[in-house]
C-alpha cells in the first residue's frame, strides 16, 4: 500500500523567510511521478511541479525549489525569501505505479508581512 | 476564457434532493476528473473517465454518479443529497495518465 505524509498542518513564518515544506512518500512501487499543486485562498488548484521516481535531480523554478531523495521517500518544497502571495495551502500528490494521482492532506502555509 | 469550469459555482440543496454539477472543458483532454475536498483531508477521487465510453469509481463512488456526454462534458450527480456530501467539489482533467490535472474552479455544495 502507499501512503503519502504531509505532516506539517500549518506553518506560519515572516515574509522574506525560507519555509520548507515537507512531503513523504512510502512506497514499493519503483515507477511513480509526484506532484505539487497550490491552492491560494481563492480556492483554485494550480500545478507548480511533477517529478518522476528516476529523476532526483534537483528543481529549481525562480523562488521555489524541490529535492527528492528516493532513498528516504521525500520530496519536499522549499521556498526562498517567502512573500505574502505565497499563502496557500500546498498539496503533495503522488501516481503511485500508473494509477490515479493521491492528494495529501495539505500543509497550510501562512506568510505575514 | 477558463479552459476548465464548472456549473454551478455555488448550490445550497436539501436533504434528499437530486442535484448535477457540470464541468465542461475546452483543453481537448480525454481524461477528466472528479474530486471532493473536505477540510483536512485533500482531494479525494469521486469518478473518472478516460474517454466517452469509459467511466470508473474512484475512492469516494458511494452515492454518486456521472455521465460523459461528450469529450468535453463530464457531470457528476448526486441522486439523493444527503448533508455530509457538503463539500467543494472539483473537476479536472488532463491528457495523459501522468501528466499534470487541470483543475476548474469548484463547486461550493451545502446540503441542508
Known amino acids: 500500500a502507499q501512503k503519502v505524509t504531509q505532516a506539517q498542518t500549518e506553518i506560519s513564518v515572516v515574509e522574506k523567510e525560507d519555509v520548507t515544506l515537507d512531503c513523504v512518500y512510502e512506497?514499493?512501487?519503483?515507477?511513480?511521478?509526484l506532484f505539487w499543486y497550490k491552492q491560494p485562498p481563492s480556492g483554485e488548484l494550480v500545478f507548480l511541479i511533477r517529478r518522476n521516481s528516476f529523476d532526483e535531480q534537483n528543481e529549481i523554478s525562480g523562488r521555489y525549489s524541490w529535492n527528492f531523495q528516493k532513498s528516504t521517500s521525500s520530496f519536499n518544497f522549499t521556498i526562498t525569501a517567502s512573500q505574502v502571495v505565497d499563502s496557500a495551502v500546498y498539496f503533495c500528490?503522488?501516481?503511485?505505479?500508473?494509477?490515479?494521482?493521491?492528494f495529501g492532506t495539505g500543509t497550510r502555509l501562512l506568510v505575514s508581512p | 476564457d477558463a479552459d476548465v469550469t464548472q456549473t454551478p459555482r455555488n448550490r445550497i440543496t436539501k436533504t434528499g434532493k437530486r442535484i448535477m454539477l457540470e464541468c465542461s472543458q475546452t483543453?481537448?483532454?480525454?481524461?477528466m476528473y472528479w474530486y471532493r475536498q473536505d477540510p483536512g483531508l485533500g482531494l479525494r477521487l469521486i469518478y473518472y473517465s478516460f474517454d466517452v465510453k469509459d467511466i470508473n469509481k474512484g475512492e469516494i463512488s458511494d452515492g454518486y454518479s456521472v455521465s460523459r456526454q461528450a469529450q468535453a462534458k463530464f457531470s457528476l450527480s448526486l441522486e439523493s443529497a444527503i448533508p455530509n456530501q457538503t463539500a467543494l467539489y472539483f473537476c479536472?482533467?488532463?491528457?495523459?495518465?501522468?501528466?499534470?490535472?487541470?483543475f476548474g474552479p469548484g463547486t461550493r455544495l451545502t446540503v441542508l
Open positions: 512506497t514499493r512501487d519503483t515507477t511513480y511521478y
Open positions: 483543453k481537448g483532454h480525454d481524461r
Open positions: 479536472a482533467t488532463s491528457d495523459h495518465e501522468v501528466s499534470e490535472q487541470f
Open positions: 500528490a503522488p501516481i503511485p505505479g500508473f494509477q490515479k494521482l493521491v
